[in-house]
């Protein structure tokens, strides 16, 4: 019966769209939590100097300034 054929559709729809919503939701909340994890590493990196297993960790020191009239 096409009554009862349209009554599913409209059914399937509404539940399409909630799934939708939902699926938005999970999305911008990976979206957050991967740019918090991001900001997370960097500043440990940057700031606490740790490093990943398996990585080097090198450190470049400036030459110190010579001094006028003395040796360096």
Do not use: H, M, W
Not at 25 to 41: C, I, S, T, Y
Not at 46 to 64: C, D, H, K, T
């Amino acid at each position: 019966d096409i009554a009862v054929l349209s009554d599913r559709v409209e059914a399937q729809e509404a539940e399409n769209a909630l799934l939708k919503t939902r699926n938005d939701e999970l999305r911008a909340e990976v979206e957050d939590l991967q740019n918090r994890l991001e900001a997370v590493e960097e500043r440990a990196r940057n700031e606490l100097g740790l490093i990943r297993e398996g990585e080097e960790f090198y450190q470049v020191v400036p030459a110190p300034e010579a001094d006028e009239g003395g040796a360096p």
